[in-house]
């Protein structure tokens, strides 16, 4: 009997590019990934990573049942079992400690997925625990805080406009190998390309001429998390030259002339002493994007994660601002999503309390993550005794891992939602893995708000669910049933409607409520490839979510971190000796953190994990192609191959993020084989960003020592 074959398609939600695809199977068995080319937002454009999603759900390796660890090894359990021996264990620890003795860990797979997004909430409220933590301040945190105290909500973050933009600038990103990232976009490599076709300019600042530095029509190498200090001269510049630009942003601002003050000392000369890049070429840059029709400087994760990280953001967005080009078209423009993220959560706050041990500050309710393994090995009242952890791998991706890997080993009992036994899940208790990706329906509630094109795609389960199987939310509910089994009226029903009709209810309700009229889950159900709203439009002042409809500048919280700064800088001047080095990460397009090596098709080739370093720095170490490299930091140490190459910044070394698969206990076959080293044993936990809580793992400070076994790279 000849098998019917069909066509499936979805949105991929291995990152944040929303890229279309059009999966053929026969049954639940795979033929092929494409890109969907009749998907209004990608347009046919897909990355090596698509793949992965039919690896994912083929993978043997992929837990589908609960799992216990026992004094024989790991056990199945049944979803029965499961669910009352974690709540038992989460309440008997609680019981005894404290509500906040129980930390919760959320890894970024939460925000790709719809479940999660909308129906979290749930075990989270049962848990009652304040002490909580998630990859956001390892990550984007200070996009969070700049959003919240400019424009009122933590989610009212603008993008570049790329689509139309003529000039754009790009400081520590490499969206060639992230796919955009706090600018959820598809197909990058060909809007660079058109921003050049059609006469405009891409530059790129960043210690590594990266792949987007590549295509870009000019690169500069600027010195490891001195970009604080490029902006300010940037910015100071901007008054020097009488370069501000008046605007209805500009407008809806107070104050903004003290700036000028603020950054008088910030010369160019000063910014090249800091920097490497010559006071020429700064006042170049400014002074071509201020010529330019349709400009937008765009910084993300280089900047976000390092010692001025918060200032550095917020001094971005202030020269978009005090050149015109925010709501303007090309510049940073607010995009507006169907499901309307913003008009449905809160607005976030900073500081209202501090973590226990080091007083860092929180941030809508999450502690910074850099200090979540002294919060469990330091003892006292509030010290953490158990986790809960969800979709996330903190041994491998935040800093001083290995410190990590002992305080979980220390706690009393653990529950992990994952289904993968990684270096993070073997410490737990107990395991319980939802479906794999293509299991679910999948609406994109946080990148439709970060997109550089309005659009809505609902993306259907392409398998039904296997008896066996639980979703996310399932396992949340049954979890908060157990936990908090007496609620008021109201929420006891929502928790009945959801376990009823599962979360699609909810984005229906917030398609209904949304800007687009008429617009429901039912009729973007019978559009699968998705819906074209239209490019982004002016919104101030409607986008401001501030009661006055303004923009707040906050002048004295962001500037009051000048005195850090200078501080810091004259710290800094000392030399440094050949074996002294300052740390990056970088990322590969077929890599995404921790999670994506146990694809075959991913990892094979040469190895990726190697340690980037300048043929100069190389040569004075004696460092040849493949030889063996010592690496050292205040917390850690590893041995990694050498990979010599001209497009690092000499006195740079560059490691990526996500490796280190060498733990023992883990379940994944293809990433044990292809272990690599964690560069998180490197990131110091106790470099961060002091304004924001944010870790700081660019520019760490290491020193290397070349050992005589050599590899082939």
Known sequence: ??????????????CEAMCGLKVEHQGTNILSIKGDEHDPF?????????????????????LTSPMERTENGWQKISWQDAFDKAAAGIAKVQKQ????????????????NLGSMLSIRHILGALKTRTRFSATSIDQLPHHIVAYHLFGHQLRIPVPDINRTNHMVIMGANPLASNGSIMTVANVRQKIKDIKKRGGKVVVIDPRKTETADLASEHHFIKPASDVVLLLAMVNHLFTQKLVKPSKALSLTSGYEQIEHYVKEFTLEYAQQHTGIAANQIAKMVEEFCQADNAVLYGRMGVSVQEFGLLSQYLIMLFNILTGSLDEEGGMMFPTPAADVVANSGPGYVNKRQSRVRGLPDFNGEFPVACLSEEILTEGEGQIKAMFTVAGN??????????????????????????YLNETTRHANIILPPVSPIERDHYDVTFHNLAVHNTAKFSQAMF?????????????LELAKRLQPKLPFMQKLMRGITGLMGPNFLLNAMLKRGPYKGLTLGKLKKRPHGIDLGPLQAR?????????????LNLDFYFADLARLKHKLDESLH??????ALLIGRRHVRSNNSWMHNSQRLVKGKSRCTMLIHPEHAQALNIVEGQMVQVTSRVGQVEIAAEISDEIMSGVVSIPHGWGHNRKGTGQTIADANSGVSVNDLTDDHLIDALSGNAAVNGVPVTLLPLTEQLAV
């Not at 400690?97 to 925000?111: D, E, F, I, M």
């Not at 891992?401 to 706690?411: C, K, M, N, V, Y």
């Not at 039904?464 to 949340?476: E, G, L, S």
């Not at 030399?575 to 002294?580: F, L, P, T, Y």
């Open 540 to 552: 101030l002042p409607e986008a401001l979510r501030h009661k006055d409809k303004t923009i707040h």
């Open 97 to 112: 400690h404290g509500k906040n003795a129980l930390g919760v860990y959320l890894g970024n797979p939460n925000v790709h």
């Open 575 to 580: 030399s440094m000796s050949a074996s002294d």
């Open 464 to 476: 039904k669910t296997p008896k066996y199987a639980r979703h996310d939310w399932q396992i949340y």
């Open 42 to 62: 990608s347009q046919g454009h897909i990355c090596p990573k698509a793949v992965a999603l039919q690896d994912l759900y083929e993978d043997p390796d992929r």
């Open 1 to 14: 009997m000849t098998i019917k074959t069909n066509t499936h398609y979805r949105t991929c939600n291995l």
């Open 394 to 419: 903190p041994v491998l991706s935040t800093p001083n891992g290995q410190q990590l890997d002992t305080a979980l080993e220390s706690l009393d009992f653990m529950v992990c939602v994952d289904y």
